[in-house]
């Protein structure tokens, strides 16, 4: 096993990378990668497990995920894809999944979900995890497969609830920023908080709506609210009792 630092220009991917087996079967050309995410105290939040350019599998095991637990604790574990045989030992922190043959595993394979602290200064929690993989060959041996294995965070900011574009502020604007973001991705438009603005565990241009609406609905209250607020001073000045 071997460590060494994964650097990326255009900051998309970044962090520890842990070569594991990377003498069993060629070079480690596969990696899996852990998401960078965004949350704000109180929140619970999903981190998703990538994995790029692997051969065809016939196991998956994960095990030592490791992360500060004075800002947030790891609630749930999930097997993405379809297999004969997945589990999660919550007890003993490891989980193992099988295939009834040699399968293309290529994509989201494990769903990490954390409950952030609900007092918690702001902080950047690198998350990191072990993780193997096998594959059959042609007398029935399973033997490892080369994979790299590249941290994930949890990037935890007490911020303004709906405040997408981070200036402090809610407007029209967080909604638009909003959409670009389910639209063209989190490289070329980052959010520091949890997007999921109706609350049903998606991510989509719903939410942008839902944002806008909301935006709409507190500029009417707040017009009426300074209304009834001018009203009942002009009643007063006049000597009469508006609420009666």
């Given at each position: 096993?071997?460590?060494?630092?994964?650097?990326?220009?255009?900051?998309?991917?970044?962090?520890?990378?842990?070569?594991?087996?990377?003498?069993?079967?060629?070079?480690?050309?596969?990696?899996?990668?852990?998401?960078?995410?965004?949350?704000?105290?109180?929140?619970?939040?999903?981190?998703?497990?990538?994995?790029?350019?692997?051969?065809?599998?016939?196991?998956?095991?994960?095990?030592?995920?490791?992360?500060?637990?004075?800002?947030?604790?790891?609630?749930?574990?999930?097997?993405?894809?379809?297999?004969?045989?997945?589990?999660?030992n919550q007890s003993q922190?490891?989980?193992?999944?099988?295939?009834?043959?040699?399968?293309?595993?290529?994509?989201?394979?494990?769903?990490?979900?954390?409950?952030?602290?609900?007092?918690?200064?702001?902080?950047?929690?690198?998350?990191?995890?072990?993780?193997?993989?096998?594959?059959?060959?042609?007398?029935?041996?399973?033997?490892?497969?080369?994979?790299?294995?590249?941290?994930?965070?949890?990037?935890?900011?007490?911020?303004?609830?709906?405040?997408?574009?981070?200036?402090?502020?809610?407007?029209?604007?967080?909604?638009?920023?909003?959409?670009?973001?389910?639209?063209?991705?989190?490289?070329?438009?980052p959010i520091r908080q949890?997007?999921?603005?109706?609350?049903?565990?998606?991510?989509?241009?719903?939410?942008?709506?839902?944002?806008?609406?909301?935006?709409?609905?507190?500029?009417?209250?707040?017009?009426?609210?300074?209304?009834?607020?001018?009203?009942?001073?002009?009643?007063?000045?006049?000597?009469?009792?508006?609420?009666?």
């Amino acid at each position: 096993m071997s460590r060494f630092f994964f650097n990326n220009a255009y900051g998309d991917h970044g962090g520890t990378v842990t070569v594991i087996n990377a003498e069993a079967s060629g070079t480690a050309d596969a990696q899996l990668i852990m998401d960078t995410v965004f949350a704000m105290p109180g929140e619970t939040v999903e981190m998703n497990i990538t994995l790029k350019n692997a051969p065809t599998v016939k196991s998956m095991s994960i095990s030592n995920i490791t992360f500060d637990t004075d800002k947030m604790t790891l609630t749930d574990v999930e097997w993405i894809c379809d297999a004969e045989i997945k589990n999660w030992n919550q007890s003993q922190g490891r989980g193992v999944l099988a295939f009834s043959e040699n399968t293309d595993a290529n994509g989201t394979v494990v769903k990490l979900t954390f409950e952030i602290n609900k007092i918690v200064d702001d902080a950047d929690v690198n998350v990191m995890c072990a993780m193997s993989l096998k594959r059959m060959d042609d007398a029935d041996n399973e033997i490892p497969v080369s994979v790299s294995i590249i941290s994930g965070s949890v990037t935890i900011r007490n911020a303004i609830r709906g405040d997408m574009d981070a200036n402090d502020k809610l407007n029209s604007n967080d909604a638009v920023y909003l959409l670009y973001y389910v639209m063209f991705g989190k490289d070329n438009y980052p959010i520091r908080q949890n997007g999921d603005m109706d609350g049903n565990g998606k991510v989509n241009s719903n939410d942008a709506v839902f944002s806008a609406v909301s935006c709409y609905v507190r500029k009417r209250r707040l017009s009426a609210l300074r209304a009834v607020r001018a009203c009942s001073a002009a009643c007063r000045r006049k000597g009469y009792d508006m609420y009666g």
